[in-house]
Nanobody
Framework: QVQLVESGGGLVQTGGSLRLSCVAS????????MGWFRQAPGKERNFLAA????????YYSDSVKGRFTIARDTAKNTVYLLISSLKSEDTAVYYCAAVYAREGFRLTSTNYDYWGQGTQVTVSS
């Protein structure tokens, strides 16, 4: 059973930085894409970034390019999301997700195979 467990959220000040982690277990992820999403209260869950587990190829939403960085450590089965220059509008629950790579799949969609429970990020001024 694949499990994704996020951590690293919390209360941070505007302009600060944060590193979110997602530990994956229960499977072999060499053929997976790993994604990060966020959902603010009353809003849809939005795609942020994705990374191919094997090759490390990355893909970002235009809205976060330059401030967000996705990375993975295959030895630790962990995917990271580094966020810099935090803004109040970054306040949301951040989710990690995994999808088995398949042709035609849109990484920006929410149709991933597995999801974590989310970690809350609150940015205060």
């Amino acid at each position: 059973q694949v499990q994704l467990v996020e951590s690293g959220g919390g209360l941070v000040q505007t302009g600060g930085s944060l590193r979110l982690s997602c530990v994956a277990s229960g499977g072999t992820f060499s053929n997976y894409w790993m994604g990060w999403f966020r959902q603010a209260p009353g809003k849809e869950r939005n795609f942020l970034a994705a990374i191919g587990w094997s090759g490390g190829n990355t893909y970002y939403s235009d809205s976060v390019k330059g401030r967000f960085t996705i990375a993975r450590d295959t030895a630790k089965n962990t995917v990271y999301l580094l966020i810099s220059s935090l803004k109040s509008e970054d306040t949301a629950v951040y989710y990690c997700a995994a999808v088995y790579a398949r042709e035609g799949f849109r990484l920006t969609s929410t149709n991933y195979d597995y999801w974590g429970q989310g970690t809350q990020v609150t940015v205060s001024s």
